[in-house]
Structure formats: structure tokens, C-alpha cells
């Protein structure tokens, strides 16, 4: 598939995109295999800077849990004085206590009590089977209880966040499950299944977007980035906005934004390659904030 795609290049670009096939192969048996017990959830870090398909933000930490809508949920949490986004909660509406930590309860069952009311977190059926189920737009390693924290300063050194979730219903079980043949099957079968949605949507992810987006044009902000028809619009309150840039330049030349400032909470520009994964970022800058 790859040497059908407009983007191979060079042989580097060949080597990069093998690779970014072979991440999607190791994030998808991450994600089915290791993190898929919604009676013992885990936060699992669906992008970090290694797996990094699907264009990341370079200053956000992605993760997700998986859930069962007929369960209760305890989650805690310190995001010391981070922005966090957490299922409903955006950083502005999260009650957090004086000490900066803040507990949630998620469930299918909305609470009476007004005060429970501002630290519940609803649970359905969608997001039960949203860590099992492959969208055919943005096919991710995610599903149930998704958010992200925010380390917009490079030079933040305060200790890092802190996330846990325990089911807490009197019908949890005491202990995992042993594994079963049969039940390893099937974790091998959902990987399979969401490796090729992946793989297909992501491997042509930006050569979809230049048929969309002029090169060295930047598409207008929007809640939905271009070449996504099919997907799903995020709700009306969801703060972010995309605009994408392909772009193309000669050895010589050099590709220059300018914009005013926008009057928000948060901004960047994000350097992605020929495969929509994020540049190596421990040892090079590829992306700018408003705290640069």
C-alpha cells in the first residue's frame, strides 16, 4: 500500500512510513490487549512521544480508559494547576479542591444531589463500546473515558499529573479474570481490525488533505479539520479549532506564517512528516506555543 501513496518520496520517506505502519501494529495490541479490562481500568497514554500517528499536539498528554455503563466509577487526580480535560469536564468547569486535587464519580445513573451532580461524570452505552468499536473517520486507540492534559510551558517543572480510576459498585469482581485462549483471541482479533482502519486512514491521511487544502495554504480554523467528511462534529461547546497547512518547498525556500495573536487560553503551531506523526521532539523543536 505504501508505494501506491503519493508520499513516498525517497527511501526515507519508505523507511518512515514502514515504521509508522509498525507503530500503529504496537499501539493497537497496546490498546486491545494490555488496556482493555473496563473492571480494572487503566489511564492508558493512547499517544506519547513515540507513538504519535494521527498529527499529536506536541504539549498535550492523550489518554483513555475503558468503562462499562452499568458500572461506578471513583476518579482521581492532581493536575497541579495544569489544564485537564476529562469527559465532560473542561479545565474551567472541573472541581478542583483548595490543595489542587479533585475527585470524580462516573456512572450511567445521574445523581439528585446537586453538589454530587458537579463532580459526576455520565457513563452510556456509546462509550462502553467506543473502546471495543473502529470509527471509519479518526480510527484511534481510544474509547470509553478519554481527556488530555495541557504542559503548555517548556519550562514547566512542576511534578507531573496525577490520574487514576477504580470501579467501586458493589457487583465489581475482586480479581482480573484469568486469561482464556478465547479471550485472547478475540483481543488479537479487535487489534487486527483496528490496525487496518488505521493504517489505511492515516497512511493517507495527508495526501487526502493536500487534495482538500492548497499547498502552503493554511485552511481557516475549524471545529472540524479538513478532509474528515463522515466524522462525527464534536459538540458545540468543544474549545478547539484546527487549520492545516500542507506545504512544499524547495531546498531554498522557506515556508513563513504570520497571524495576530488570537485572545485564547491556548495556541500552537505542530510540525507533522509525511505520515501525519509528529517529528522527533526530544531533540528538535518541532512545534511553537503561546509560552514560547
Known amino acids: 500500500m505504501l508505494d501506491e501513496i503519493e508520499d513516498v518520496d525517497s527511501p526515507q520517506e519508505l523507511a518512515e512510513g514502514l515504521r509508522a505502519f509498525a507503530r500503529l501494529g504496537l499501539t493497537a495490541l497496546q490498546h486491545r490487549v494490555e488496556f482493555c479490562d473496563p473492571d480494572f481500568p487503566i489511564f492508558y497514554r493512547s499517544l506519547d512521544d513515540r507513538y504519535k500517528y494521527c498529527g499529536p499536539d506536541a504539549y498535550i498528554n492523550y489518554f483513555t480508559a475503558p468503562v462499562r455503563a452499568s458500572a461506578t466509577y471513583l476518579i482521581r487526580g492532581q493536575h497541579h494547576e495544569r489544564d485537564l480535560m476529562l469527559g465532560r469536564f473542561w479545565p474551567h468547569d472541573l472541581p478542583v479542591e483548595a490543595d489542587g486535587t479533585f475527585e470524580l464519580h462516573a456512572s450511567a445513573t445521574e445523581p439528585t444531589n446537586e453538589e454530587e451532580h458537579k463532580n459526576w461524570q455520565p457513563l452510556t452505552e456509546a462509550m462502553e463500546r467506543g473502546h471495543q468499536e473502529v470509527a471509519e473517520v479518526y480510527p484511534m486507540a481510544i474509547g470509553g473515558l478519554v481527556g488530555r492534559i495541557y504542559y503548555q510551558d517548556p519550562n ?129 523543536q518541532t512545534s511553537i506555543s503561546h509560552k514560547h
Open 156 to 284: 514547566d517543572d512542576r511534578p507531573t499529573a496525577e490520574l487514576s480510576i477504580e470501579r467501586i459498585d458493589e457487583d465489581r469482581p475482586r480479581y482480573p479474570a484469568p486469561l482464556s485462549p478465547e479471550q485472547l483471541a478475540e483481543q488479537v482479533d479487535s487489534a487486527t481490525a483496528l490496525l487496518a482502519k488505521m493504517a489505511v486512514f492515516w497512511l493517507r491521511r495527508p495526501t487526502d488533505l493536500r487534495a482538500a487544502v492548497p499547498a502552503n495554504t493554511m485552511s481557516p480554523p475549524n471545529s472540524r479539520p479538513p478532509a474528515t467528511d463522515g466524522w462525527t462534529l464534536p459538540s458545540p461547546d468543544r474549545p478547539i479549532n484546527y487549520g492545516i497547512c500542507p506545504w512544499e518547498l524547495e531546498p531554498d525556500e522557506a515556508l513563513v506564517v504570520e497571524s495576530e495573536l488570537p485572545d485564547v487560553d491556548y495556541w500552537s503551531f505542530q510540525l507533522y512528516n509525511a505520515w501525519w506523526e509528529s517529528p522527533d521532539l526530544q531533540h528538535r
